[in-house]
């Protein structure tokens, strides 16, 4: 299950359940949980001690400076919203609100969290939240806390990966880690002094036992990069931004999924399921894994190469038959279609019995071009949904050009 009109129709059969008054009790309230949850960004917390570039790393993400140097918060919260928009939360509820981006300004006493609002199309998918660890042991330990409470996916930020860091972050839950990344902060600055390989090396064990992976960003070159460009292209992706973005992005269209196919398993247990086709998500059917056939791994991918062909050519056919005619409604349209079609294009190449190397590297670029579907929607802007297109008809020439070889081959 992908995209927005997926999630979109799962939302609309726990309303439907609901409302209907066939469940009752704690079956309703979990439809009401369920329900919240689909509704809800996907929470992205920044955490890590003072100075370690939580705050940059926040701002790459937004493609914007709007948590300036310097500021020392507890919990500073990013959402989307239509203006420009800062709120400061004290302890109580209570709350002042001013219009624009504030946090240069005077900040009232007793604030326990900054809510900015901003008009960033990431921000519609995901929330980002930093969370500072600071003061005593027992208060640092106390934040962690707060962070694995709010964290759908985490991001701790460092230089190093200290003793000290490890100790606070060694009690955090499986759960979290599965879906934590370590951020080495100020990476330029450690490739300067020749440093970056052999940290990176030191941290290999850690990271394969701690989290899912280790990114290293150079912040300031990835935030100039965000100014667009053929060269801001370069630098974003030499500067570790891109991968990170992309890392992120793909776990949170992982975790939007998982809270929909929770959802449509509630629903199909109360006899209320959507069926895969009327989801409007755009992805084809998905294949199911060709087997192994008794005459060696080069006969089965033929047949897998085969109907990858034939799956791009449909969903390329289908999209264009279908396409709406209302510009905003076909900008996510194509959006939806083309990572529908790209992710069940990866999941049939990855199927495939392994010691094919024509294989394995279509579903390594199949991989790369879902990444890349991922970020364009949650960009969702019309040149992000140009460039799905041309990326999955990229895909398709590709795939044709290896199938052609391949049967020249034989």
């Not at 309303?15 to 008054?21: E, N, P």
């Not at 989307?80 to 219009?99: A, K």
Request: hydrophobic share 45%; proline share 5%; with cysteine.
């Amino acid at each position: 299950m992908n995209g927005a009109a997926a999630v979109g129709s799962v939302t609309q059969g726990l309303k439907a359940v609901i409302d209907s008054g066939r469940i009752g009790g704690a079956e309703k309230e979990r439809a009401a949980q369920l329900l919240a949850r689909l509704n809800a960004p996907v929470s992205v917390v920044v955490t890590g001690l003072p100075g370690s570039g939580k705050s940059s790393v926040i701002n790459v993400l937004l493609g914007q400076v709007a948590i300036p140097e310097g500021i020392d918060l507890p919990v500073i919260e990013c959402v989307g919203g239509r203006i420009p928009r800062t709120r400061f939360v004290r302890g109580d509820g209570t709350e002042d609100r001013t219009e624009g981006l504030a946090l240069r300004g005077t900040v009232p006493e007793d604030v326990a969290l900054v809510r900015l609002e901003l008009p960033v199309p990431a921000l519609n998918e995901m929330s980002l939240t930093e969370i500072r660890l600071a003061g005593s042991y027992c208060e640092q330990r106390a934040a962690v806390e707060l962070a694995v409470d709010r964290a759908d996916v985490l991001l701790w930020c460092s230089e190093a990966f200290t003793d000290a860091e490890r100790a606070l972050w060694r009690d955090v839950p499986d759960r979290i880690k599965d879906h934590a990344f370590l951020v080495l902060t100020k990476a330029d600055r450690l490739l300067m002094r020749g440093e970056l390989d052999a940290k990176i090396a030191a941290l290999q064990d850690v990271v394969a036992e701690e989290f899912y992976w280790l990114f290293p960003l150079a912040t300031l070159q990835a935030l100039a990069a965000r100014e667009g460009g053929a060269e801001g292209e370069a630098l974003w992706k030499a500067s570790g931004g891109k991968a990170l973005a992309a890392a992120i992005a793909r776990q949170v269209a992982l975790g939007r999924t998982a809270d929909a196919d929770n959802a449509l398993v509630f629903l199909n247990r109360h006899g209320a399921g959507i069926d895969a086709a009327p989801l409007g998500d755009g992805r084809p059917a998905e294949p199911s894994p060709a087997p192994a056939p008794e005459g060696g791994a080069g006969a089965g991918n033929g047949e897998t190469l085969a109907r990858a062909m034939k799956l791009l050519a449909e969903g390329v056919d289908e999209m264009a038959r279908d396409l709406p005619e209302d510009a905003a409604v076909a900008r996510q349209f194509v959006l939806d279609r083309c990572l529908g079609t790209a992710t069940a294009l990866s999941e049939l190449l990855m199927q495939a019995p392994r010691g094919d190397p024509l294989i394995e590297a279509l579903a390594g670029d199949a991989g790369e071009g879902v990444d890349m579907m991922v970020l364009l929607q949650l960009e969702g802007t019309e040149t992000a949904a140009e460039d799905a297109l041309s990326t999955l008809l990229q895909m398709r020439k590709a795939l044709e050009e290896s199938g052609a070889e391949a049967m020249a081959a034989d």
